[in-house]
Nanobody
């Protein structure tokens, strides 16, 4: 059974930082591209950042320069470090694991940026 479990969300003030974690089980983690997506109320789910099995990264323009995605294959975990958070970063953040054949999602973790 495949599980992606996100953690690290919460309430943070504008300008603050958060580190999201997603730990996977039931997959051969090192073979998967991993991504973080987010969905704000009334909006479509959008890609925030992604990292390939080889370690190449890609970021949405809205978070570029403020966020860093990384992975630890020994811990089956992908991270998203977010700095200089803005109210418009408020959303549910989802972890995604993707291979040629499979596409898995976590349950999401809420990030709220508010004073």
């Amino acid at each position: 059974q495949v599980q992606l479990v996100e953690s690290g969300g919460g309430l943070v003030q504008p300008g603050g930082s958060l580190r999201l974690s997603c730990t996977a089980s039931g997959i051969i983690f090192r073979f998967y591209a991993m991504g973080w997506y987010r969905q704000a109320p009334g909006k479509q789910r959008e890609l925030v950042a992604a990292i390939t099995s080889g370690g190449s990264t890609n970021y949405a323009d809205s978070v570029k320069g403020r966020s860093t995605i990384s992975r630890d294959n020994a811990k089956n975990t992908v991270y998203l470090q977010m700095n200089s958070l803005k109210p418009e970063d408020t959303a549910v953040y989802y972890c995604n694991a993707q291979s040629v054949r499979n596409d898995y999602w976590g349950q999401g973790t809420q990030v709220t940026v508010s004073s």
